[in-house]
């Protein structure tokens, strides 16, 4: 439907049609609104809200059409999205008016619930939240990509819709003086007040999962909700469908160990709710995820794979045995308890098949592979979940999933299986799991009697590429090409919209990062160009950045001075954090704090050297030299965040947070200035890292240590970085053997890492890898030590294998590989989590060495 409202102008990109109104004043941020829509009633509802709009002062954007809403409305896009048909950014001081008035025209329509908003009328889909107006995003703490808002008093509030409603501290909720009839919370009971929630278990678009109490007979009991109208496709069914269906397929599994009991099933206003049994307080992702993989090895007997495996499979079997295809086995769906070794319980019914009916759906990568676009499912479709979920217990790595052709990914994925449990050892292992993968449903139902009758078949030898100087140049200049391509996309407005491609322009997750790879591949064709339209366009944006390295303007003014763009003075200000974002003393980490910037600072001093540009030099030491007295005199502050929780790994001497990222800045600096002091804390900061590194590579070695004690961001790849550069700029060989030990525990984790990228993933140990060798051969050089060259080999091989591991985990071709992003099911071109940190790695190891971000060398 095309609509538009005089006066106004109107544009579309890939998702929505905009209405921009030249009377609005410019707002960063403010009171907004939400009209939530179903599907099929959007052309009605704009009908209805267009002529309201027209009498007011105001923004507006809206699906673009039905489809458009159905994709939004599913959650897949974002649990943010869901409802958002219509947005509204009104004029300051009218939102109230407004509201009221959307309210009045759409009353008692029906429409999904927009989680982080609250509601204007209980019979209106009309929605409210304070947020932001325009695209101003950075790159958080965490790396998520964040919109940023600013308040008056400096503090900074992300702007991201989540699931609950939030509101920075200096705004004042309009209808909270009764002008408006905001929703009122939910009561703490639900059934009429039999059940109280005493717990949350998942947070979902289309409705929450929870542990709850059964008052009346006094029992602990799950309670999981349906959302009217979410996740609604062209039939009208929608996630309460679903959950009917899982009522339905319970009630018929009733009696079934390892299925939970249905207890009861309520309707609460237009949402629906059942009640099952409760099986358990972890699932099988979450334990792995903490405590490791299985193994049949015989260390842990409660995490026995082959007992698992006897286990689900049973379970499948008692399932099928009642006309039941489950459809939906996945780790997240394997709940576990205490009883004893491999005891565990399958949930999450929804989509399940009863007599060859359901209402579909399927998880990429467990189901969806071999499940039929028509027809029924049947019982070898779980066979192929089932050896999905036992590679996942196996490895701690979901199916690849980045590949528009199945049986790539299938492949990759039992190549990641080859790389993880190599040997005899682990024959039968990889020979269950590649049977129950099979394409072919009669070898998967083969490879089911195996496993129930206790014996292996035979497993194929998993491809796997050559990798030698010609590879590695294919693979650069195939990944150049991309990551150019991204580029012109990020500086096109249309393409940018379409693509879904990042508006951030920082180094970690934006187009600073992306540029400061480009600049290593200048040599190529279209890479001048492609840069210094990056430049440009990162110049022009206008950003409320703060001063951090990696996440601030410190490193974007290092990007266009690199680029040799002039427009840098919106970006070069050096001023150093005098608060962080919370009120609190300033940060000290690299990513965001005075490390990073001390960091950023050195390495603008370096360029302006080259150029000529002494005055510039001294100002950006001096800089660093505040930086350098900042941590000193102990006014910043390190708050390494989950340092303590499940999977924190070494994020307290981590690079990005931690300690290693301090000493990282120190060790530069005394190398830049030659300063006695400087030096003496450097020293200190090195030795401290030194002494607890070898408690960390001995946790690492553990049977249940996590796999993120191997990545650069919190654990050894940056903290052996590190301690390569003590070695070399203090001379302290026992730096370089400690990071020696370091790579070797990285080499052990990196099959077990799921992301290719820089952050938490394979770049970051190759990355390692290279630095390690590198340094290992210039020990060689200056004390003609075998010993050395012969560890330099060792690295060089193991950068090698890192190298294959990523292409074991991307799609595309070995010479044209598509690596996935941080979500592992598509590209990005981002340093931290894209392609341009995998490039990074894959030109210095076909370099056999050379420049890496964030480092003077």
């Known amino acids: ?87 509204v950014y009104p004029a300051s001081g009218t939102v109230v008016e407004v509201a009221l008035e959307l309210a009045a025209v759409l009353r008692d329509r029906e429409a999904p619930r927009v989680v982080s908003d609250r509601r204007v009328d209980p019979r209106a889909p009309v929605y409210y939240r304070y947020g932001p107006f325009t695209g101003d995003y950075r ?22 819709a989540v699931g609950r409603y939030r509101c920075p501290p200096w705004a004042e909720d309009p209808f909270a003086t009764g002008s408006g009839r905001a929703e009122a919370p939910s009561a703490p009971g639900i059934g009429g007040g039999r059940y109280t929630v005493t717990a949350g278990i998942a947070r979902s678009p289309r409705g929450n999962v929870y542990r709850a109490v059964d008052r009346t007979l006094g029992r602990p009991v799950v309670v999981k909700q349906a959302r009217a109208f979410v ?7 929608d996630s309460r469908h679903r959950l009917r269906n899982e009522h339905a397929v319970l009630t018929a599994l009733d009696g079934v160990t390892g299925v939970p009991r249905a207890l009861d099933y309520f309707a609460h206003r237009s949402d629906e709710y059942l009640v099952m049994s409760r099986c358990g307080d972890r699932n099988l992702r979450g334990e792995i995820l903490r405590d490791g993989p299985y193994r049949d090895d015989g260390a842990r007997p409660a995490r026995s794979l082959s007992a698992l495996a006897s286990r689900l499979l049973g379970i499948l079997d008692a399932a099928h045995a009642r006309s039941v295809v489950v459809r939906d086995l996945k780790p997240d769906n394997v709940v576990l308890d205490d009883s004893g070794p491999g005891l565990c319980h399958v949930v999450d019914f929804g989509i399940s098949e009863r007599d060859g009916t359901g209402p579909g759906g399927a998880t990429p990568g467990y189901g969806e592979p071999v499940l039929r676009a028509t027809g029924p499912a049947v019982p070898a ?13 196996a490895t701690g790595l979901d199916p690849v999933i980045v590949d528009t052709d199945p049986g790539t990914n299938r492949d990759r994925t039992l190549a990641c299986l080859a790389w993880a449990l190599p040997g005899r050892a682990h024959r039968e292992v990889r020979a269950s799991v590649t049977g129950l993968m099979s394409f072919d449903p009669a070898e998967r139902t083969a490879a089911a009697d195996r496993l129930r009758a206790g014996r292996s078949g035979t497993a194929r030898r998993a491809a796997r590429p050559r990798l030698d100087r010609d590879l590695l140049a294919e693979i650069i200049e195939h990944t150049t090409a991309y990551c150019v391509g991204e580029a012109r996309a990020m500086v096109d407005p249309v393409q940018a919209a379409r693509r879904n491609v990042p508006a951030s322009i920082d180094v970690y ?95 603008l001093a370096r360029h302006a050297l080259r150029s000529g540009r002494g005055h510039m030099a001294d100002l950006h030491l001096s800089v660093a030299a505040d930086c350098d007295r900042m941590l000193a005199s102990g006014t910043a502050r390190l708050t390494p965040t989950g340092a303590d929780g499940a999977g924190g790994a070494a994020l307290r001497e981590g690079v990005a947070h931690g300690e290693a990222g301090v000493a990282c800045f120190l060790l530069e600096y005394a190398g830049v200035t ?36 191997g990545s650069w961001c919190r654990g050894l790849a940056g903290i052996g970085s590190v301690l390569v550069r003590a070695a070399e ?42 630095d390690v060798a590198e340094a290992s051969a210039s020990a ?27 292409l074991s985990r991307s799609g595309g071709s070995w010479s044209r590989p598509v690596f996935p992003d941080t979500g592992l099911a598509g590209p990005s071109a981002t340093w931290a989590g894209g392609s341009a940190g995998v490039l990074g790695f894959f030109r210095r190891l076909h370099a056999r060495g050379g420049p890496r971000l964030g480092l003077l060398a």
């Open 729 to 770: 700029l203090l001379d302290e060989p026992g730096y370089l053997d400690l990071a020696q030990r370091a790579a070797r525990a990285c080499a052990a984790l990196a099959p077990r890492m799921p992301l290719v990228t820089q952050c938490c993933g394979l770049a970051g140990v190759g990355d390692l890898m290279v």
């Open 509 to 603: 997750g934006g187009s600073s990062g992306l540029g400061l790879e480009l600049l290593h591949h200048a040599h190529r064709p279209a890479v001048r160009s492609a840069v210094d339209a990056l430049a440009r366009w990162t110049a022009d944006q206008s950003r409320n950045l703060p001063p951090g390295f990696y996440t601030g303007r410190t490193g974007v003014e290092l990007f266009l001075a690199e680029a040799g763009t002039d427009t840098v003075s919106r970006h070069c200000d050096p001023v150093l954090p005098e608060r962080a974002p919370d009120g609190g003393p300033p940060e000290a980490d690299l990513i965001a704090g005075a490390a990073g910037i001390g960091l950023g600072r050195l390495l």
């Open 780 to 806: 060689s050089a200056s004390a003609s030590a075998s010993a050395s060259a012969s560890a330099s080999e060792e690295f060089w091989d193991a950068a090698g294998t890192v190298a294959l591991l990523i």
């Open 231 to 237: 996740g609604e496709d062209a039939s009208g069914t």
């Open 1 to 87: 439907m095309a609509v538009s409202i005089a006066g106004r102008s109107g544009w579309s990109d890939g998702t929505w049609s905009y209405l921009n109104d030249p009377r609005m004043p410019a707002m960063e941020h403010g009171w907004k609104l939400h009209v939530s829509a179903r599907p099929d009633d959007l052309d009605a509802v704009l009908r209805l809200v267009l002529p309201v709009l027209s009498r007011y002062v105001c923004h507006a954007k809206y699906a673009r059409d039905a489809d458009t809403l159905r994709r939004l409305n599913s959650g897949v896009v974002s649990p943010g999205a869901v409802g958002k048909a219509i947005t």
């Open 381 to 393: 479709d779980d066979y192929y979940a089932l050896g999905a979920t036992l590679f996942f217990a």
């Open 139 to 160: 790159t958080g703490r965490s790396g998520r990509l964040e919109s940023v808002m600013t308040g008056p008093d400096g503090r900074i509030f992300d702007g991201l």
């Open 674 to 709: 030659g300063d006695p002091d400087a030096i003496g804390r450097a020293g200190k900061a090195a030795a401290r890292l030194a002494a607890v590194t070898p408690d960390i590579i001995a946790a690492a070695a553990e049977p249940g240590a996590t796999r993120r004690y």
